[in-house]
């Protein structure tokens, strides 16, 4: 048996890049629509261009940003069908995960996940808005687990990743995380007594209102956002 602690190796240059760049367009520090020059961003990550024009290839993949002819890359622009498309589809989903995972629930687990939220962020801060979601997504995906299908649950968070980049936006006009804090106590209450058809309301309430704060805030005339 061997004494010697096996030592991880560090992140490719590729993986820096791409957890760099995905953070920056997540936070919107770098806005939908923005035009990225590989020399540029190679200097701001302090890298070579082969890792940066690789990470963008991996992220044109996730669809956060996209290859124009003649202009290099663009991050994507979130659009209102893009909205729709996957609020609906959370809208479909995570009722159904939380009335399945009612009675199934450590309430105390799920406060302590929770605890991140209830903190909330700061709205003119895009990385504590980004935080905050991530807090978000792994509530959410805890409750989809809790339905005991594994499928359903690797759906969602999909799902929660594809909205981050909406709710950041959403949030940078309106704070609702108290409402959100407010809104998972309700829900953890309902899933910890059982009753699936509350929590499935509870669940859809807070996505749909989710939903209407990302349309308020990217069709808000003072929002100076491609959409």
Same mark, same amino acid.
Do not use: Y
């Given at each position: 048996?061997?004494? *010697? ?19 920056? *367009? ?14 540029? %961003? ?9 890792? =940066? ?11 956060? =940003? ?13 659009? *209102?069908?893009? *909205? $729709?498309?996957?609020? +609906?589809?959370?809208? %479909? #989903? ?19 996940? +929770? ?5 909330? $962020?700061?709205?003119? +801060? ?25 499928? %359903? ?13 909406? #709710? ?6 309106? +704070? ?5 804090? $407010? ?23 807070? =996505? ?5 704060? =990302? ?13």
């Amino acid at each position: 048996m061997s004494l *010697i602690t096996p030592i991880e190796p560090p992140a490719s240059l590729t993986e820096q890049a791409v957890a760099a760049l995905r953070a920056d *367009i997540l936070a919107v520090r770098l806005p939908p629509g923005e035009t990225l020059s590989e020399t540029a %961003l190679a200097e701001r990550l302090g890298l070579g261009k082969a890792p =940066v024009r690789a990470a963008l290839a991996r992220l044109a993949e996730e669809g956060l =940003v996209q290859a124009m002819p003649r202009r290099g890359w663009v991050v994507s622009l979130v659009t *209102i069908r893009d *909205i $729709h498309e996957v609020f +609906d589809l959370r809208l %479909l #989903l995570e009722p159904e995960a939380a009335r399945r995972a009612a009675g199934r629930v450590d309430a105390e687990a799920l406060r302590c996940l +929770d605890g991140v939220c209830a903190a909330g $962020h700061r709205p003119e +801060d895009g990385a504590t808005a980004l935080d905050f979601l991530q807090a978000n997504r792994a509530f959410h995906v805890a409750v989809a687990e809790l339905s005991g299908n594994a499928r %359903l649950a690797r759906q969602v968070g999909r799902l929660l990743d594809e909205s981050t980049r909406m #709710l950041v936006l959403g949030l940078s006009r309106r +704070d609702r995380s108290g409402e959100m804090a $407010h809104e998972h106590a309700a829900l953890i209450e309902a899933l910890a007594l059982g009753r699936g058809a509350e929590a499935a309301a509870l669940m859809e309430a807070q =996505v749909a209102a989710s939903r209407s704060m =990302v349309l308020a805030a990217l069709t808000a005339p003072e929002m100076s956002l491609p959409v």
